[in-house]
């Protein structure tokens, strides 16, 4: 099977998208950051993304991991591997960067990348978004994006278990 090489070119570790991170702050490129299971990719994932990505120059996703989606969805997901989820990612021209996190949070990696954006859907209150106050307090903004209703990876799954 042909690898791209464009979609893995775009999946770092966190220690290099710290040092990627750094650069950019360096030539001073907005960094944009929003994490989540992106199980299965649907139109409400790629619209979310195209619209934080219009929020900065540089669009990070961090990736929860396998075990990491486990614990917040339950034993039966995710339904595809972290290594296909964070190809898929860089597949789409909006996101930058795809890393992978295993923590309950993404807080570690958010200090780690520093960026001048952090974004949520809009099922979450700017309070309550993790890491919203380092990021303000580094005089960067927290915001959250207009949820899609209707398209959600848990209603897909429904209505393939439904029939």
């Excluded at 042909?2 to 001073?28: F, G, M, W, Y």
Aim: hydrophobic fraction near 40%; charged fraction near 25%; proline fraction near 2%.
């Amino acid at each position: 099977m042909a690898r791209s090489k464009i979609s893995e070119s775009k999946v770092k570790t966190q220690r290099q998208i710290k040092a990627i991170a750094l650069a950019l702050r360096k030539d001073n490129k907005k960094i944009a950051f929003t994490n989540g299971c992106f199980d299965i990719l649907h139109y409400g994932h790629v619209m979310y993304l195209e619209a934080a990505k219009r929020l900065a120059d540089i669009l990070v996703v961090g990736l929860n991991s396998d075990s990491s989606v486990r614990n917040i969805k339950g034993s039966q997901r995710p339904l595809n591997p972290e290594f296909a989820r964070a190809r898929v990612l860089g597949a789409l021209t909006c996101v930058d960067y795809v890393t992978v996190f295993s923590e309950e949070t993404p807080l570690r990696l958010i200090k780690l990348i520093k960026p001048d954006v952090l974004i949520k859907g809009g099922d979450w209150k700017v309070s309550d978004i993790v890491g919203s106050d380092f990021v303000k307090a580094r005089g960067g903004k927290a915001v959250t994006i207009a949820y899609l209703k209707g398209y959600s990876t848990t209603g897909i799954i429904k209505k393939m278990r439904d029939g």
